[in-house]
């Protein structure tokens, strides 16, 4: 079904004018040449139906695209960046209204709620117009994260120029919804910690290009920054400091933060590789704790995993995934399972004890493992998420409804498919943004990274997630995500190294597929120097003549 | 002769305990393990023989310098950062003062003068001790500039934990000196601007690692954004927008700002090449302006070269190099040459008349041209400054004491020192930051940058600055520098494009080559917290759980 969008979407991508420059692009949409003006009263309103029943956050949604909406102030991708346009728009009228309204018979929840429902149940469809001659323009919408939808779309039509904020593409009429239900953004806040400001910025911006995923990889071996209640000695003994530590109040700000914005918070906790923090408030937990030479044991220092075959320390984790999935509302949770070492385990002699003790092979103890700590989530209403691994490289007993995160390379995608899972696309070799910034290794010379080369906008853009598939398997693809594996990030360069890059993949999962970079490059431009005047730090993809100069630049120009 | 200095600091690189963490390494470095404390009454005062007639930068510097060691506020790279040390310095001694002097018959210049005089008169050398018994520490040097180096030095042996400020390695006494006298960064300011404030922070920042070069590719083919009294058309017309101008305040301001922490600022116009953007004022001057396929006319669109063979054109350049040497002090001006393009000349019927009036070949009629221009800079007693192929790629009569900057590749070192000329690496396969981050060309699927792959610190580092070169041509090479060209880069981005990688080519320049990248991490980890204490998003080159652990990332671990 996603496939049709897809090409309906390509067309689209050939026809659209320059006039406009929204991102994503919206699945169908008219654009006129006529310019309108903001009245200074512009105010946006709710259909008398919805008013009185309208969620806070909806009403925040509101007024913060008014705000933006006098704030932005985006100068327009044009040479003279706006003086060009005040013939146009000097006797253009005047827009006084936006009127948002939800159709007969939607039921109406909080955007947050809206969100945080299960992926096959998200509802993120809107219809915009906005008329030339100053008539109200409306959104219409079957539940509020739909008109959130729109009211950012909306936010996107307009420039600034010396005071006056304006639109030079209409009547706008948009007809939208997402060509996938995931797309989403991965941080992990181990190898280096950042700032809950930093996280919120970052869900601000996600906002901006639709990406409703935050896939928060949110402790590893390097450390342990989330506090659960029950299990705080992790974080107490684990994180870098106690000023590098996600409270319970901050997991709140966080999820709340990204509800009110469309997005939902889909936490992982790795296991049962990935966990030697936890052997700093438990030692007898982790197999192969800080062993050496680190890279016998693990793809990175320090060594360490759970000794999950000790039934003790299994239904310690299990119930640890308990508590976490009361603290985080999606209904999704991963649970990991990337990067098994087998010498940390065949060298551990608990763990050869306990599976001399059992009987059980190294896969059977694994799959019972795996069951345990997926039956506390399904007992908490949620559903798993794992690495690729969990199904390629074992033969677990996984339930169906599972989502795999491919990572390794986007060629294991057709495996996964046919093992019959939901898959989320976030491959290496298309979808890293840490890739060729050089490697983090000590004593390495030649200090590349291990998957180069960087991965650019355009190839990230020009991915097809339905590559390998038969037709029958297109409706297990989610969606997918750029991830951002910190390393060598952290605050300093979270938002040069994310944006606009990950717009890429915002527009491939909300468009679909088969964009060109051609087309794409300014309203990519548009959309980051947007996020520039937002406060930022989204980073140049051109000369700013190259992007005052649509296509001056190409290759063939 | 550099050489020899080489050695030295490799064997230090070997030998030098974990313990001290200083960025450039000195020459010769002996280091203790006492602790030592820095007093609340600390102060640096001058010797009486210069306290009198010392200059206001320096009265600066020492503020400055006094001001950073009680705000830096670094917590040691150790686990616990810093925990483990309040037994050693809670019995350590205070140290109450640093006094500076000079040798007897040293002239008092300005730092500022000192730093601006020509490469091979800067006297940077200094002798810093810090005794462990709380006796006063000293500086002595025979410049002004020595002494600021040392105050830098210096400012890096402090660390804090809980309100107190400590050294841990006094001992300290340290002989130094640079191994080259250029050590540069090279900010292209044309293709993206950056405000004032982002290049003064850059300068506090190569300060820190005592780079000693500001090379100011401060206007290009797409913007002129350099107001030139008597030229002031050039950036009305051409600068990418009234803000984004700077003004003849705003390089005095740039000029002190880096004198004072001993930073020249060589200036670059590049000509005859890359000038396309001087049409926008005086149409008639360049040639093959904005022609199209760009591609065939220039390196970068927009194609635009001057008409250097018009006398009328080459006397109004040979003005503006005169007008912009007197807005600069340093020593040397750079008139750039790279990448000049043929089909722009041949095709351009102005220059081919030109030729045919004078009979002069192409070659000497640039010859011409460049003696020009560079007999105004002689004249105001500047030493010009090229690329490689105004002496490589023509046979241009060329002064040899002009500098050669050497960008395409680090392979054609040794043909310019062939020719007798003296060079600064700015080689694009070990010095340039921006690639590897992807393309700017449009209509590029593919998306790569020209000179894949990304330059990791370490790359830079192990760079031999004397390869391919006989033991008479060492005396040629002047030093090095970072390049950061900005089609990709702009305010978001240029504090994480640059730092901490710049300081591997500051610890190369002024440290001598040979060192390596195991014992080198570490200290550029603890400079590199260090920038971001002072405001600088220098980057994470490891997860800090490596960080605050010395080899345990390493490979070999």
New interface residues.
Partial sequence: MFHRAVVVAASLLAAVSRVGALWPLPQSLSEGTSALRLSPGFHITLAPSVAFSAPLDLYEAIGRTQGYLFTDSLGRLVVG?GASDVSAFETAAYLTELQLSLAPGSKVNSITTEAQKPLDERDEAYTLTVPSNGSAATITATSTLGLYRGLTTFGQLWYEYEGTVYAVNTPVEIEDKPAYPYRGLLLDT????FPVSDILRTLDTMSLVKLNEFHWHVVD???FPLEIPGYTELAAYGA??PNMVYSASDVQTIVSYAGARGIDVMVEIDTPGHTAVIADAHPDFVACNQA????TYAN???AGQLRFTNSTIATWTAGLFTELAKMFPSSLISTGGDEINMPCYDDDEETQRDLNATGLSFNDALSGFTQQTHAALEAAGKTPVVWEEMVLNYNLTLSNETYVLVWISSEDVKAVADKGFRIIHAASNYFYLDC??????????????WC???K????SY?FDPLANLTSDQYSLVAGGQHNLW????????L???VWPRAGASAELFWSGAGG???AA?PRLHDVSFRM?QRGV??????????ALRP???????
């Fill in positions: 960046r181990s190898r280096n910690f071996s390097q450390s870098y400091g050496r030479p680190w890279a990175e220092p320090p060729g910034g050089g490697g983090w290794v000590g004593d390495y010379p030649a200090g590349n990274s180069e080369p960087f650019t906008w355009q190839n020009a910190t390393e060598q990030s952290g605050p300093s360069n938002d040069p190294i060109n970079v051609t490059l520039q730090r989204s980073i140049a993809l051109q000369p700013l003549w190259c296509d001056e630049c190409d290759l063939n120009w």
